[in-house]
């Protein structure tokens, strides 16, 4: 039996999360003397309103956003002691918190990488946690030299399912505040990235449309960069689909894309991402690439399941597909010029269809 690889688990925050003086809280946020639990009460409702409500607009980032809001509560909110937002990249494997750095709002800033876990797997229901009780997962019974109390919080982000870890130096603390009021600023969150979605959803096929395509960009961007890894970006679009288009119809022309559509998503792993830029072109971001063989699966998949024909009101449809690449950071230019380069592999790949040896084409870079 093949050993399950644990899932490591990074923390979002790679900076002190607390600091001090910032300019961007206001002052009703930074108050000096010690808060009373009812004061402290409010404030935590404040603090979601103040965030949420003036910052969820459609194009927000849910992870800097929610980053911004955790800032503002440890900054102002004295029993509030430390929080991390950690990502869950596969929920079905066993897990481990690996090279962590703990982030202590104090007198003084510690950092403190903890022992990795392997096996330990993060709890995912909300809940409260006394640290001094040896029924606490060992993996948040670390964080006893800073906090004596957590709250584990699930977390949904743009494109991937968190946990959010919330700690108090005061016994009893979250639990008198009380998970249900906990849990109000990831209902925040949750509404606002249903909005998103929404606004950002083509109506044909299910897909992100076009409007998702920045903000997805800039994010496997950034991935890419903290994690030093690469990523893909690549445009398609379907050989033949104009003469099904003028031949059987727009009716059957529809159907088709969506058919693609299902079957594309099918072979994508989670972490990749299907966009229909419009009409029967289509943008996909592979993410995590190891080497060029596991790009080439990817591809391989696609052309697969794209080559099969097509059945629809007694007709047998077959669609071909063309593809332009280029791969972050080796093409390390600007997200629209990334687009543009991988555009102009698309062109090449269309225009060389009956001698090209594979249905991509890498763009190619001068010097």
């Known amino acids: 039996m093949e050993k399950t690889k ?41 603090l979601i309103g103040d965030t949420f409500l003036t910052g969820a607009h ?15 509560l440890l900054s102002s909110i004295g029993p509030m002691k430390w929080s991390s937002l950690v990502g869950l990249s596969n929920v079905n494997e066993s897990s481990r918190m690996v090279h ?8 003084t800033k510690i950092k403190q990488q903890t022992i990795s876990v ?19 997962p060992a993996i948040l019974r670390m964080l006893r030299g800073h906090i004596c109390e957590t709250a584990v919080l699930p977390v949904r982000l743009d494109h991937q399912r968190a946990l959010w870890i919330l700690g108090s130096d005061q016994p009893g603390y979250l639990n008198r505040i009380g998970l249900k009021h906990l849990l109000m600023a990831p209902s925040m969150l949750e ?54 288009n003028d031949t059987l119809g727009h009716k059957t022309g529809d159907w088709i894309l969506q058919e693609v559509s299902t079957r594309w998503r099918g072979v994508l792993r989670p972490s990749d991402a299907l966009i229909r830029l419009g009409g029967d072109e289509f943008v996909i971001i592979v993410e995590n690439i190891e080497n060029h063989d596991v790009l080439e699966r990817i591809l391989d998949r696609l052309k697969e399941v794209t080559d099969k024909p097509c059945i629809y009101d007694n007709h047998k449809i077959k669609i071909g597909v063309s593809l332009g690449l280029t791969i972050f950071p080796f093409d390390d230019a600007s997200d629209e010029a990334l687009i543009h380069h991988a555009d102009q592999a698309l062109y090449v790949a269309k225009a060389t269809k009956t001698t090209r040896r594979q249905f991509w084409l890498f763009v190619r870079l001068s010097g």
């Open 6 to 46: 644990p899932m490591e688990i990074k923390a979002s925050w790679e900076e002190p999360i607390v600091e001090y003086g910032m300019k961007t809280i206001p002052n009703s946020f930074t108050r000096n003397k010690r808060s009373t639990d009812g004061e402290d009460y409010h404030q935590f409702y404040d």
């Open 58 to 72: 459609l194009d927000a980032n849910a992870e800097h956003l929610f980053n911004d809001f955790c800032r503002r």
């Open 100 to 107: 962590r750095t703990i982030n202590y709002s104090g007198d």
């Open 118 to 136: 392997v096996g330990d797997k993060l709890p995912e229901k909300a809940r409260i946690y006394d640290l001094s009780r040896l029924e606490t």
């Open 191 to 244: 509404l606002m990235i249903t909005a998103k979605e929404q606004a950002q959803r083509d109506l044909l096929t299910g897909l992100p449309n076009r409007a998702y395509l920045t903000p997805r960009l800039a994010e496997a961007r950034a991935r890419s960069v903290r994690q030093k890894t690469l990523f893909a970006l690549g445009v398609l679009d379907l050989d033949g689909f104009k003469a099904v």
